[in-house]
């Protein structure tokens, strides 16, 4: 008896998947990377690095495919990895760049910026900010993830991650202003 993996739900392709039936990537794969591309695409704003995120995404699938529990929905599982995938590679895009200081120049001038920068230039207006604060600053100009996204990757409630970024916002104005005043 042959089985069309194409009719079958994704939770039990994941399962066939797990006892080792590669087709069952396969189609999975087939399935779902056009959605993950569009959204990667979406979050990135660069094409090649989203199929760079879209490649990095389904391996780590691959080699998470053991953890994954077919109870629950796999394209919310999908859909985590590759958020994951995105802000693992923020990190190591981060860790690359070297920053701007801050100085009046980039303060005063209506910077008109390439995405590739903004981290260049937020970075150091981030400050001593604390981590969770950076991130979620990060996470919502940078990414222009919502803020349930945010809450999901910092592991808080929307409303929690609502005030992250406005007390980062207050901290940065604040440290604008106090420059200002000992110029």
Request: aromatic share 8%.
């Amino acid at each position: 008896m042959d089985i069309d993996l194409k009719q079958l739900s994704d939770e039990s392709l994941m399962k066939l998947y797990q006892e080792g039936d590669e087709m069952a990537f396969e189609v999975l794969y087939t399935r779902h990377s056009p959605k993950i591309y569009a959204f990667l695409t979406k979050k990135v704003g660069d094409t090649a690095l989203a199929s760079d995120l879209l490649q990095e995404t389904f391996f780590k699938l691959h080699n998470s495919r053991n953890s994954y529990n077919s109870d629950y929905p796999f394209l919310p599982w999908i859909f985590t990895i590759s958020k994951n995938t995105i802000v693992d590679s923020m990190r190591k895009m981060k860790k690359s760049i070297k920053t701007l200081p801050i100085n009046e120049e980039i303060l005063t001038q209506n910077l008109d910026v390439a995405e590739n920068n903004k981290i260049a230039i937020l970075e150091p207006m981030l400050g001593n900010l604390p981590e969770n604060q950076k991130k979620a600053l990060t996470l919502r100009y940078l990414e222009d993830w919502t803020f349930e996204d945010i809450a999901q990757i910092l592991q808080t409630s929307p409303a929690n991650s609502r005030k992250l970024i406005s007390r980062g916002i207050k901290s940065i104005k604040n440290t604008f202003s106090k420059m200002g005043e000992s110029e």
